[in-house]
């Protein structure tokens, strides 16, 4: 079930505080910090409560899941930019380039090349750096990184904004804080203007250590449906 509109814009308010507090402590800017509302599992519906409370960007991890949901929400008047924020496999490289403008999981020169060949329009890139090491999640290692860059540079339709990375789960913002400094160092030699990294739990370290862009859904949303 959809949460109230009046709710979502009670949760989004408390959102924006998080992130207005998290910066004022780094001494940064609100403004320099884009939230991307993540709605998978989430209905149309649940997309234009928050749109009308004043979300501008909306991220989605499966394909087939987003792809009625964007038509949808752009039928109900929803004008929203579009992220992609879940693992790509290249077979979906063509899709994902067609409805997003931005594309946060890249971690590959293969799936930079089908993305590059199938994007209608330029679209904004964040290469996935896998920071820690950890075998489940999906990433680039750090060392390979300098090789992706170039790739990525020398893609036509494709803008490289920056790196991405997904923090390992812990209820204690101090052990996720040396993955996001990790990132942040990475884009630093790389030249690199923009972080994608915190989601709903660990946000506050991410913007302390200079995300430009955090993922949340459930802070906003609630409890996923499916």
Do not use: Y
């Not at 149309?44 to 009625?68: S, T």
């Not at 020169?109 to 820690?132: C, G």
């Amino acid at each position: 079930m959809n949460a109230p509109a009046t709710e979502v814009a009670a949760r989004l308010a408390r959102l924006r505080e998080r992130i207005a507090a998290a910066c004022d402590r780094a001494r940064r800017d609100p403004a320099a910090v884009t939230l991307v509302a993540v709605s998978k599992g989430h209905s149309a519906e649940a997309v234009r409560a928050a749109f009308e409370a004043g979300v501008g960007h909306f991220g989605e991890n499966r394909v087939q899941e987003a792809l009625p949901k964007i038509e949808a929400a752009r039928a109900a008047g929803v004008e929203a930019r579009w992220h992609f924020v879940g693992t790509l496999q290249s077979n979906k490289a063509r899709a994902v380039a067609g409805a997003f403008e931005a594309i946060h999981s890249v971690d590959s020169a293969r799936l930079l090349v089908r993305l590059d060949a199938a994007a209608p329009a330029p679209r904004d890139v964040f290469l996935q750096v896998n920071v820690v090491g950890e075998e489940q999640k999906g990433g680039v290692p750090p060392q390979w990184l300098g090789a992706l860059v170039e790739a990525a540079r020398a893609a036509e339709r494709l803008r490289l904004r920056g790196l991405m990375t997904i923090a390992p789960l812990s209820r204690d913002a101090e052990e996720v804080r040396p993955a996001f400094r990790a990132l942040r160092e990475l884009a630093a030699r790389f030249e690199l203007p923009d972080l994608s990294m915190g989601m709903t739990n660990d946000l506050d370290a991410a913007v302390e250590e200079g995300a430009t862009f955090v993922r949340a859904g459930r802070a906003l949303f609630g409890e996923r449906a499916r």
